[in-house]
């Protein structure tokens, strides 16, 4: 009995697929005008996406978003050619009618859409987003609690500060080795926390001298197998 309870309860869970999109490529359109949708475009925009907004009427909000190049407002009742050119579709309307309408379109064509009445009726969701100097990271839940997502990735980005510079050091390194032959062999030894811990004391350029000639590895490169 409890083993088909089991079953069951693991069938119901969602999980979830995450990707990284060149946000300066993408292009968004959002359909609605109120405050869920402002929230959608203004988060869309500061990570540089192209974003369009489509509404009949707009919530005087968006305009503390006029002067940004890379937001469009358009006064408009839905049509499916807004959809077409864009990679992603926010919808955050209350008409039913027209919420169901949007979604065929999109499936029909392929589009990834956001539903901001309920978030498991979509086919993305927006996570909490930090990003750093040479780190960048998200979360949400599992059950979409959006103020426990900030919580969570503040907890998270304070552990990371301690991580940021030397995870720009040793990119810095690997675009160094990158032609190497030994290059993997390199970046497992200074992807490590022994190396994190010798670069914390400042004494990482002295273990490199010690295994690889130095932060230039003049040294065993000059051994390089042809």
């Known amino acids: 009995m409890s083993e088909n309870n089991r079953k069951n309860i693991l069938s119901s869970e969602l ?13 968004v359109v ?17 990570k540089n996406c192209n974003v369009l907004v489509l509404s009949k009427k707009f919530n005087p909000i968006f305009n503390s978003l006029e002067n940004l190049a890379n937001v469009e407002l358009i006064q408009d009742y839905y049509k499916k050619s807004y959809i077409i ?47 750093m100097k040479s780190l960048s990271f998200s979360i949400h839940t599992n059950a979409g609690n959006p103020k426990a997502s900030i919580l969570l990735a503040n907890s998270i980005e304070d552990k990371l500060n301690d991580y940021d510079d030397f ?12 032609k190497l032959h030994y290059k993997d062999e390199f970046m497992n030894f200074v ?7 010798f670069y914390s004391k400042g004494v990482h350029k ?21």
């Open 167 to 178: 995870i720009e050091y040793i990119s810095g390194l690997r675009e160094k080795v990158r």
């Open 191 to 197: 992807s490590t926390e022994d190396f994190k811990f």
């Open 85 to 131: 050119d864009k990679h992603l579709v926010v919808i955050a309307v209350d008409d039913k009618k027209v919420n169901k309408r949007i979604k065929e379109d999109c499936e029909n064509n392929y589009k990834l859409y956001l539903d901001c009445s309920n978030f498991k009726n979509g086919l993305f969701i927006t996570p909490m987003q930090k990003q």
């Open 206 to 226: 002295k273990v490199l001298s010690m295994y690889y000639g130095g932060d230039n590895f003049e040294f065993k490169n000059c051994y390089q197998e042809e």
């Open 30 to 46: 959002i359909i609605g005008g109120g405050k869920a949708s402002f929230i959608k475009c203004k988060s869309f925009a500061e």
């Open 15 to 27: 999980k979830y697929t995450f990707i990284s999109l060149l946000s300066h490529k993408i292009s």
